[in-house]
């Protein structure tokens, strides 16, 4: 059983940056892929970012492509989101999970461990 926990978020202005952390503890951190989702209010959860056990393979949503960078430290068992030159449209409770098997995936129903969420908010 792996428990996730979120921190980083808070309040930035459009043009802002932040950088998210979420912590794992309960498995070898390495054998999960790692996902980060977003659900703004009134819109469904969607994908924002994912890797691979290794962090050898990642992918991102079209909309943060060269704006945020996943990355992770499987010594310190944490996934990181840096996110920059924030938009508006990117305010959203932010939420890391995992997957077995080291495998990463844009399909949030692929993974089984969810974190509590951390609030974004950009302001115009």
């Known amino acids: 059983q792996v428990q996730l926990v979120e921190s980083g978020g808070g309040l930035v202005q459009a043009g802002g940056s932040l950088r998210l952390s979420c912590t794992a503890s309960g498995g070898t951190f390495s054998f999960y892929g790692m996902g980060w989702f977003r659900q703004a209010p009134g819109k469904e959860r969607e994908f924002v970012a994912t890797i691979s056990g290794s962090g050898a393979i990642i992918d991102y949503t079209d909309s943060v492509k060269g704006r945020f960078a996943i990355s992770r430290d499987n010594a310190k068992n944490t996934v990181y989101l840096q996110m920059n030159t924030l938009k508006p449209e990117d305010t959203a409770v932010y939420y890391c999970?995992?997957?077995?098997?080291?495998?990463?995936?844009?399909?949030?129903?692929?993974?089984?461990?969810w974190g509590q969420g951390t609030q974004v908010t950009v302001s115009s």
């Open positions: 999970a995992a997957r077995k098997f080291g495998v990463m995936s844009t399909n949030a129903k692929q993974y089984a461990y």
